[in-house]
């Protein structure tokens, strides 16, 4: 497993946490920082500064003066020495908190997407799940959902050979359409929306490598175990690396939709000679990827430099387009352009 | 600076919350603003006596949203004497409607799924509020069963009109963004009541009532461009329930109802691809796709170049070429080279 990186924590989140370790901390007696930290999924420092401020805090009381009896408390001596947390005094509050409606709503979208998957098939444990959510949350859980679709066969091969811990092979081809025969030692199953994709130990690149599970053909699982890559072998949190061969392309569209080019971190170069339009900075590996990213982006993309990768997309979208020219052939083509 | 009687030690963001949330659970009938900026930890430390404390009740009111963002029941009373008084409105905690549900109960094996389906949110602002789900989840004390191994399904709500969407759907306000459809090279403005937003063939769509049309229309949120704004003094009662599947049931029979026939270049991307998606066609290397909105899909074919070839319908054939021709005479040689670099030999 991947060390998960600390997500940013705001006071929302600690708030959070703080009334949700009081309950917790009324139904165990005494335990340690450690164990709660493992529980939670946070580090032991969290814990022990939640604690602290648990221990001094409380309601104003009558005298409202915030006195010792209107205080949470705990043995002190036990959680100094010992590292030990005994609530000893609770105030205002003895449960948990319900669920937000979005907070609902997000993991009940999860459900949804996970109910497509070969595991997760029994429809009506997941629907009783989401009924005990929407039961749970403070408001009706906004209105959020995912489709149902099925999942790609090659999903279940790849998941019983992970879990078998045995090799896979397939037919790959990859964005520059070269076809190759590959073993991999597969190591994940990931998604990202509606994209699978395998991570694993390729045997003829001898390295790790991310595949499309849509571009894989004739998929089969074998008896040949993976190889162990317990040691020194970390999966990056991207799908994708880039590296120092890749290409810098500069390509001119309107300011507002660099968002659809998310994917490919592209860098602001200020304004484009035309207005409205502004310029960008995309880094690729090939052009290959590139003409069928900006073809795909009729009248919003343009590339602009370097002029072999404004020809690769130009002649991409000609081939494309002579042969419905071809076909229409002596037919005087309406409203076409030149 | 006033001098105070107390030992000023810094009180943090949470400990304020976390003391006003344990003041407004432990009072019955509930507590002033007076009362709260005067009493409470973290703000009585800066309440002036008959002083001014506008910035502490703005503080105050900041305070209340965001703990209300958390699901937190936090309910104001109109005073029976003084009906409509902002001054004697009372502030209070249900501690019935905070609480779980006494007869709520997770299996381990409920919780992994949980978890899982928490941490399909790996980015944008989901993924926080599954994280405090998760936390809160764990206040049970329930010890998940093993989580299936060797497996990290995520989505992605990466679009930026993701969140503001979502806020205003909980407060039922009307919202405002450009919009560039499928098709066209110009964002429009559009003035929508979001009423569910939906993942249908791995993209985000927004399903609301558009103001302007006075008919609930479907948008792509990857095509809502610069921000999404809420329309002052614009609010809609909140939706019913079953806003999700009646957007998705729409894009359902919309996608059934559409084929488009296709013949793809054999051994090549798209064979591979799109022959996986859609159903084998009725002649040698053809396929057959469904679809939900023609635009969509001629983006996706034209991407494809020359290894795809529309046979029908029609309006899909012109979709094509006319995007194929607009790529390749957008992309003509420059008439003078912008820069001293030597053009690719052709």
């Known amino acids: 497993m991947t060390a998960a990186k600390p997500a940013a924590f705001g006071a929302s989140d600690k708030l959070t946490f703080l009334l949700s370790l009081v309950p917790f901390l009324m139904d165990h007696d005494r335990v340690s920082v450690t164990a709660v930290a493992d529980h939670f999924g946070v580090a032991p420092e969290r814990v022990r500064d939640a604690v602290n401020l648990i221990a001094m805090s409380g309601v104003p009381g009558e005298t409202r003066q915030y006195l010792h009896g209107d205080l949470f408390d705990i043995q002190w001596d036990e959680f100094e020495t010992n590292d030990n947390i005994v609530l000893t005094h609770l105030v205002a509050i003895d449960d948990s908190p319900r669920f937000s409606a979005r907070e609902a709503a997000a993991l009940i979208a999860g459900l949804q997407y996970l109910s497509a998957l070969p595991e997760n098939g029994d429809r009506d444990a997941i629907a009783t799940l989401m009924a005990k959510l929407t039961r749970s949350s403070t408001g009706a859980p906004s209105q959020l959902a995912v489709s149902h679709t099925d999942a790609d066969v090659a999903i279940s091969v790849i998941q019983a050979a992970v879990r078998a811990g045995t090799q896979v092979e397939f037919d790959y081809l990859n964005a520059r359409g070269t076809d190759e025969h590959r073993c991999v030692d597969p190591l994940r199953i990931q998604s990202v929306d509606s994209d699978w994709y395998l991570r694993g130990w390729c045997h003829l690149r001898e390295a790790m490598r991310t595949f499309r599970l849509d571009r894989m053909s004739n998929l089969r699982s074998t008896d040949v175990p993976a190889d162990s890559h317990d040691d020194g072998v970390v999966l990056p949190d991207t799908l994708f690396q880039g590296s120092a061969d890749d290409l810098t392309v500069t390509i001119e569209l309107p300011a507002a939709a660099l968002e659809l080019l998310a994917d490919y971190g592209p860098v602001p170069h200020g304004p484009a000679a035309a207005e409205g339009l502004s310029r960008a900075e995309v880094r690729v590996s090939h052009f290959h990827g590139l003409k069928r990213l900006v073809s795909g982006l009729a009248g919003v993309v343009t590339v602009v430099d370097p002029g072999a990768a404004r020809q690769t997309v130009a002649d991409w979208a000609a081939a494309g387009a002579a042969r419905y020219e071809a076909a229409a052939q002596g037919e005087p083509a309406a409203g076409a352009p030149n | ?346």
Request: no cysteine.
């Open chain 2, 1 to 346: 600076m006033s001098p105070t009687p107390e030992q000023p030690h810094p009180v943090t963001v949470e400990e304020r919350l976390f003391s006003l949330v344990l003041a407004l659970i432990a009072t019955q009938i509930g507590l002033t603003k007076a009362d709260i900026l005067s009493t409470v930890q973290g703000y009585r430390q800066r309440f002036r006596v008959g002083g001014d404390n506008a910035s502490l009740e703005r503080q105050f009111e900041r305070d209340k949203d965001d703990i209300r963002e958390l699901g937190i029941p936090l309910e104001t009373i109109e005073s029976p004497d003084d009906p409509g008084s902002n001054h004697h409105l009372r502030y209070r905690i249900p501690k019935g409607l905070y609480d779980l549900p006494a007869d709520i109960a997770f299996s381990p094996d409920e919780i992994m799924l949980l978890k899982l389906a928490a941490a399909v949110w790996r980015e944008g602002s989901l993924s926080a509020e599954s994280r405090r789900a998760l936390t809160k989840l764990n206040s049970l004390g329930i010890d998940s069963s093993d989580p299936v191994i060797g497996y990290a399904p995520s989505l992605r709500a990466r679009e930026a009109s993701f969140e503001p969407l979502g806020k205003a759907m909980d407060r039922g306000q009307v919202v405002a963004f450009l919009y560039l459809k499928p098709g066209e090279s110009a964002p429009r403005r559009r003035v929508i009541a979001p009423l569910a937003v939906v993942l249908h063939e791995g993209r985000w769509h927004l399903y609301g009532a558009d103001q302007d049309a006075g008919a609930t229309r479907t948008f792509l949120l990857a095509r809502i461009v610069g921000p999404v704004v809420t329309v002052p003094g614009r609010t809609i009662a909140p939706a019913e329930d079953g806003q999700g599947e009646r957007a998705l049931a729409e894009l359902d029979a919309l996608w059934q109802a559409q084929v488009a026939l296709i013949t793809v270049e054999p051994g090549s991307d798209a064979a591979v691809r799109l022959s996986k998606r859609g159903e084998p066609g009725p002649a040698e290397d053809s396929v057959e796709l469904h679809y939900t909105d023609v635009n969509i899909l001629a983006d996706e074919l034209a991407g494809y170049g020359p290894e795809v070839y529309v046979l029908s319908p029609s309006t899909l054939i012109d979709a094509v070429l006319d995007r194929l021709r607009r790529v390749r005479d957008s992309h003509a040689p420059l008439p003078e080279t912008p820069l001293p670099r030597p053009e690719a030999a052709r």
